[in-house]
């Protein structure tokens, strides 16, 4: 089976009409369990429409930097959300491409809010870091987060080091087909580590010239072998144990842990 953690399904109603259909059914076909992450909380209430309409998509909650400074004085309505979603996603900082610094306290205060609930809650975090890892890295060590994803890492190897000592997983998307910091990255991560995304519809657009499909992640897994020397059965199996490593004894998780593991078996027997 493949996975994809880190999409986002709700925005394929940006394009054209059937957009959503066509992905939902390249979902089915291909076999990727695909983890929906939302940026606020209209597109986390889409991505529980969406999960509705095919049972391999898991939808998650989380604000996005991006989105930091019109939620920073609402966390309260935030709540409501944060206790349904099974993982928290996606949150996180963005110095690179938010350079207006007047923004990086809500930034900061949004994504500590989040923090302290995976804490409180004990869920899985997925989190965008770009430009800012050193600071992400400094906020994940004040508040203890046990389980931790980093979506499209691109920072330092130091940083990276750092992130993997105190627990994180990293997904790796469409970047690496191209760029040679993003593979030295991929060399970088431990096998036991490791995970696979297309942040689409959008993320794969800069690279394409159009938005990603589900099915991209086939290109990702492909790559990755390459990369690493290996098959792509090892990994997709790795990846695949990597997921089910993450969700292990949460009981929020174990519905969609057990569709993974039913999934590889039909598709081996």
Aim: overall charge negative; glycine content about 6%; aromatic content about 8%.
């Amino acid at each position: 089976m493949l996975i994809d953690v880190h999409s986002h399904l709700n925005g394929y109603d940006l394009l054209n009409q059937g957009a959503l259909e066509a992905a939902l059914a390249e979902i089915e076909y291909h076999h990727i369990f695909t983890i929906s992450n939302s940026m606020d909380l209209p597109s986390y209430r889409r991505n529980l429409e969406i999960a509705g309409m095919c049972r391999l998509v898991l939808p998650v909650f989380g604000v996005h930097p991006w989105y930091a400074p019109d939620y920073a004085g609402r966390l309260s309505e935030l709540r409501e959300a944060v206790g349904q979603s099974p993982m928290i996603g996606e949150i996180g900082l963005d110095h690179y491409f938010i350079e207006d610094r007047a923004a990086y306290e809500a930034q900061e205060k949004v994504f500590e809010y989040f923090l302290r609930a995976a804490v409180e809650q004990d869920k899985i975090v997925i989190l965008h870091t770009k430009g800012a890892e050193r600071e992400t890295l400094a906020l994940l060590n004040r508040h203890h987060v046990r389980r931790v994803i980093v979506h499209w890492y691109s920072g330092s190897l130091k940083i990276l080091r750092e992130l993997e000592a105190r627990g994180a997983y990293f997904s790796v998307g469409v970047e690496a087909l191209y760029s040679a910091n993003i593979q030295d990255i991929v060399k970088a991560i431990p096998p036991d580590r490791l995970l696979t995304e297309t942040d689409n519809p959008g993320g794969p657009k800069e690279f394409l010239g159009r938005p990603g499909s589900p099915v991209l992640i086939k290109d990702v897994v492909r790559k990755l072998a390459e990369i690493r020397k290996t098959s792509e059965d090892a990994v997709l199996h790795v990846v695949r144990a990597n997921l089910l490593m993450l969700m292990r004894g949460d009981p929020r998780l174990s519905d969609a842990a057990r569709l993974i593991r039913a999934e590889d078996e039909a598709l081996s027997a």
